[in-house]
């Protein structure tokens, strides 16, 4: 079953388009966790239309759209037009946001390309991994999480990572390395 959406107008991008001359996505559509901008959609099904000023979205939206059916991003074609005339504006155009999981599964194959070109074995299936970093993908950037082997290590397992900061993974490696280079075995 489809999860519910709503689609609501964000005007302050309405307000920047206008003052700016410029045609960045106006339409959002929010699912859960998941925000998307189109210029366009088309709602497969149907869908229920609100106005309750009395008890607006997290946003402060009072008017919006809620369905559970499938909504597909159109891309007009005056816009189409609009744009081959003015290219200079691709450049500055905002890229559609991918949602969690796209952004997710692109780290996933990323993590188990590089394992296997530094020939680690990599064991974990995507809902492992994902369960892994579930509670620290929102800050990764910003606190520079890693996954990271115990030891450095054997493959990347359920029960044989952690996700630690990039701070601690590089002193954890240089352990490791004097560790070795001294002849001293190191243990989980």
């Known amino acids: 079953m489809q999860k519910l959406k709503q689609i609501y107008l964000d005007l302050r991008k309405v307000k920047e388009n206008y003052e700016k001359d410029i045609r960045y996505p106006c339409i959002v559509v929010k699912s859960g966790s998941v925000t998307t901008y189109s210029y366009e959609l088309h709602i497969d099904g149907p869908c229920k239309i609100v106005y309750n000023p009395d008890e607006p979205l997290a946003n402060g939206s009072i008017f919006w759209i809620e369905t559970k059916s499938i909504v597909q991003p159109q891309k007009p074609k005056k816009l189409s037009l609009w744009l081959q005339k003015n290219t200079n504006y691709l450049k500055n155009l905002p890229k559609m946001a991918k949602t969690r999981d796209e952004e997710m599964r692109e780290a996933y194959r990323e993590h188990k390309g590089a394992a296997k070109q530094r020939t680690i074995p990599f064991e974990l299936s995507f809902i492992e991994w994902k369960e892994i970093w579930d509670s620290y993908w929102s800050d990764r950037k910003q606190h520079k999480y890693v996954m990271a082997r115990y030891g450095d290590k054997g493959g990347y397992s359920f029960y044989n990572v952690?996700?630690?900061?990039?701070?601690?993974?590089?002193?954890?490696?240089?352990?490791?390395?004097?560790?070795?280079?001294?002849?001293?075995?190191?243990?989980?």
């Open 162 to 188: 952690r996700i630690i900061t990039s701070k601690e993974n590089a002193y954890e490696a240089d352990d490791c390395y004097w560790a070795k280079r001294k002849g001293i075995k190191l243990t989980r």
